[in-house]
C-alpha cells in the first residue's frame, strides 16, 4: 500500500529555517519522481518543486528558487524540503506527492499519491 | 507559466444530477490535463489523468473530456459523498499549473 507520511511542519520566524520531511513506504524513491506542492486559500495550489527517481535532478519553481532545497534520504525512503529564509508569503499547507508516470511523460507531473500535508506558518 | 481557468468557481447541485466543470489552459497543452477532488483538511485526490484516463479506484461516474486547450470533468448521478472542491492541473510544459478551482455543494 502506497504510502506518504509527512512531518516537520509547525511556526518559523521569518528568515529562520525549516526542515519538512516525507516518508514513503509501499514503493521507494528509485522508481517516483516526487514533488512538493503547496497550498493557500488565496493563491490556491502551486508547485514548487521536484526530485527525479535517480536522485540527481531538482527543479524548483521560480517563487522558491534559492530558498528551499529539495532532498532525500533514500536509506530511510524519505524526502525533505528545506525551507530557507522563508517569509510570510510562504505560509501554507504543504504536501508531497508521487509522480504517476516516468520521465518524458506527461504523467510525470500528475500526482497520484499525496501526503496528508502540513501546515506551515511563518510569523514572528 | 501556463494558465488554467476553471469555471464555474462554484456550483450547487441535487442527489442524482450531472455537473460539468469546464477547465482552459491558455496555451495547448494537448491532453495532460488532470482532474483532483479534494475535501476539507484532506490532500487533493487523483480522478482523472491524460484528460480522460480514469484513476485506478474512482467511481465510474466521474468522466474527462477535451484536447488542446477546453475540458471537462462530468459527475454523472451526483452522491452526497462528491461534495468536494475539484482542480484542474496541467502536466504539458514545466512548470506544472493548476486551475483555481471549483466547490460542488450538495
Known amino acids: 500500500q502506497v504510502q506518504l507520511v509527512q512531518s516537520g511542519g509547525g511556526v518559523v520566524q521569518p528568515g529562520r529555517s525549516l526542515r519538512l520531511s516525507c516518508t514513503a513506504s509501499g514503493f521507494t524513491f528509485n522508481d517516483n519522481a516526487i514533488h512538493w506542492v503547496r497550498q493557500t486559500p488565496d493563491k490556491g495550489l502551486e508547485w514548487l518543486a521536484l526530485l527525479s527517481d535517480d536522485g540527481f535532478n531538482k527543479f524548483y519553481a521560480d517563487s522558491v528558487q534559492g530558498r528551499f532545497t529539495i532532498s532525500r534520504d533514500s536509506s530511510k525512503n524519505t524526502l525533505f524540503l528545506q525551507l530557507n529564509s522563508p517569509t510570510a508569503d510562504d505560509t501554507a499547507v504543504y504536501y508531497c506527492a508521487r509522480s504517476k508516470g516516468g520521465r518524458g511523460s506527461g504523467l510525470y507531473y500528475n500526482f497520484d499519491y499525496w501526503g496528508q500535508g502540513t501546515l506551515v506558518t511563518v510569523s514572528s | 507559466d501556463i494558465q488554467m481557468t476553471q469555471s464555474p468557481s462554484s456550483v450547487t447541485a441535487s442527489v442524482g444530477d450531472r455537473v460539468t466543470i469546464t477547465c482552459r489552459a491558455s496555451q495547448v497543452i494537448s491532453s495532460w490535463l488532470a482532474w483532483y477532488q479534494q475535501k476539507p483538511g484532506k490532500a487533493p485526490h487523483l480522478l482523472i489523468f491524460a484528460a480522460s484516463g480514469l484513476q485506478s479506484g474512482v467511481p465510474s461516474r466521474f468522466s474527462g473530456g477535451g484536447s488542446g486547450t477546453q475540458f471537462t470533468l462530468t459527475i454523472n448521478s451526483l452522491q452526497p459523498e462528491d461534495s468536494a472542491t475539484y482542480f484542474c492541473?496541467?502536466?504539458?510544459?514545466?512548470?506544472?499549473?493548476f486551475g483555481g478551482g471549483t466547490k460542488v455543494e450538495i
Open positions: 492541473q496541467q502536466g504539458h510544459s514545466f512548470p506544472p499549473t
